[in-house]
């Protein structure tokens, strides 16, 4: 023990002087003050030491003895004087370890509890200091401990020092005593002593339960006053005590809801088999936990995480409920937040692609189940791009919104509408009927319902704008279907409605599934084609009036290697769609002015232009100009040569950027023709604007030119314009003689088609070529 120093060593210790008369009333009524009044055993003590009579006396202060007064314990030979055998067997029977103390300090009687206390202890290898034996001087070991500097024993002597000295009515402290293997607490009483002699009573008790408890109890309050909010009930579940945190949460105060039951909290959002379930678990399990919804005392429905704990007795029986509750109306709101954009699309708000691959999962299960047919519906909005460009992306994001209000409102509950992305909705019709006809005809109603919801004008801003939908629809009833497949049906179906003139409805059907598996296996055999090198660049002749040969159009052939050939208006579609065009697009440039280089090296051929097909997406390409100088400079050719033919739809998509990309190619040399014109929407005004060499009359319009007045006046009216606006004009798919002459009576003067020669390969053309050069008067004539 730090606290209170070691005992003297036994013997016997001075006498101490006569007890100060003066103090002795003051010190005897004092004797119980506030501190002590509710230690009994330190009154009993105090006030039972005058009859000490049979407890253990070492002597008797020897100027306060008087020599008549009756011996209680013979052997220590001290008389004191009224002292009782009854009051000594109470002193004994305390539990409180009791010793008097004379005016020196010296311990002058012990009851039986410090005795054995002394006794232990001194048995002890390190005994207890300040549990001194019967003889010693108590002041002595405190003065010891002292010595060691230990403030509790400074403070115990001089505690004991100015009770002996009627300073003080009584003095009291605890002290720890902890050994290496236990914590240990005493309190330790001096109580002044006022009987023939002056003295003091000194009192020690085991305090180390009652301060283990107050450490428990310190310990729990800290707990208890966590950020958590804690609720305790007793076991008919009224509120014993909550915390702050609870008070925080709840908005109820202390005193509002102590006493109250907790249900003054419910939501009345969950149902009464929610809290039957909830005190089963707790009966069974002795808690539970879970997120509920309460109210707080201002009418707020907030969400809380609960825990419900059963504090039992020995024998089980409940006598308290404590409950910790956690707020969790931001973690939820997050939480939702992270759902929300895990499977809602965040402009529309309605489920996305993954939440839709979901819903479609479920109810192609419960297809299986059912038997019944459910639809599935791909809409795209029409010129919604066009939308977009030209009012802004805010415009259109109000109408994307509006359009999924209206989607919304269109369906019944349980269908599912989503958004895929851009312009694209899927909805998701469950059961619409047994039969495929009778679904067929159900989703047909919807689709209609919804073109005519979607076709209502939209009040955008200060816009008024209509819009439109193409929509595809597949039926299914089979559960074997992948939902991805079941989506590619629907867009292919609804690509047919865009095909059939937009703001339609078309259903998926398996010849249309047939077609695009072929073109899937075409895309992929198409990628193999060019890096096997299965291309051939094929050559047709072109023609003047005079049946001289001016020239060729170079024409691609993808040959397999088979021998089999696989046209252009199969594959040259797919190569531009996935983009194959641009390697297989350059490949045919350098290839053309690869052989106008051949052919500029002798003189009979060497005036001999070359025409190649250029696509829109080849076009489109920022280096495209870059490309085609980079191709003419390699092969050292005469740009003029080479005639790129576009067509109408490449060029007027973007008519300022198309005339810069145009112009570009001018100053290369190079000339530019019209492919197909009269097929596309060219007026004048765009055509005097593009710096264009030549217009190529389609050949829709000169193969019935013979026959249809309508052509012939178109075919005169567009080789009138080329030759107003200063251009060639060259005709194809000139069949017939017939043909041939009324182009010329119309002006057109440049021909291609099968009556000059069909598409060739290299050696075949140049034979032809030749046979042309030298006898092609001979040739036409016959
Ligand atoms: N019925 C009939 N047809 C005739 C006659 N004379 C020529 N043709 C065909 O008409 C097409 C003319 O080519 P196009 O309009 O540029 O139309 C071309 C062109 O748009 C595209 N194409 C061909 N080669 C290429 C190329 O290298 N690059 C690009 N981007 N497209 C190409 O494929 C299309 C089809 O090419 P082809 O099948 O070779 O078909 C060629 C040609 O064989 C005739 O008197 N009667």
Redesign the pocket.
Known sequence: MKDLPSPPPEGPAAHPPASPPSNAANARGNTCDATHANHPASCAASCAAPQLAHCELLDQPAAAAPAARPQCDGGAGITIDGCQPFACAVLDGLPEQIAVLDQQGRIVSVNAAWRRFADDNAALSTPIPGHAALGSNYLSGCDAGLAGATTGAADACAGIRAVLDGKLPSFSMEYPCHTAHQQRWYSMTATPLEYDWRGAVVTHRDITERRQSEANLRIAAIAFESPEGMMVTDARGHILQVNKAFCTITGYSRSEIIGQSPKVLNSGRHDAAFYTDMWDAIRRHGSWEGEIWNRRKNGEVYPERLNITAVKERDGSVTNYVASLTDITLSKAASDEIKNLAFYDPLTRLPNRRLLLDRLRQVLASTAATGKYSALMFLDLDNFKTLNDTLGHNIGDQLLQQVAKRLHDCLRHGDTVARLGGDEFVVLAEGMSDHAVGAAAHTETLGNKILASLNLPYQLGAHTVRSSPSIGATLFHNHEQAPDELLMQADIAMYQAKKAGRNALRFFDQKMQDAISARAALESELRGAFEQQQFELYY?IQVDSEQRPTGAE???RWIQPDGSFI???KF?PLAEETGM?LPI?KW?IETACAQLQLWSQDPRTSKLSLA????ARQFRQADFGAQVYAAVQRHEINPSLLKL?LTEGILLENISDTVASMTELKAIGVRISL??FGTGYSSLQYLKQLPLDQLKID?SFVRDLASDNSDQAIVRTITAMAHSLNLDVIA????SADQRQQLAHVGCLHY???LFGR?LPLAQFETLWHEYADQAPQLLAG
């Open positions: 047709q170079a024409l691609l046209s252009p208006a040259i065009i697009g045919v190649v097909n250029v696509s033919e492919d197909d050949q194809e798919g000139v069949e291609q088609g099968y598409p």
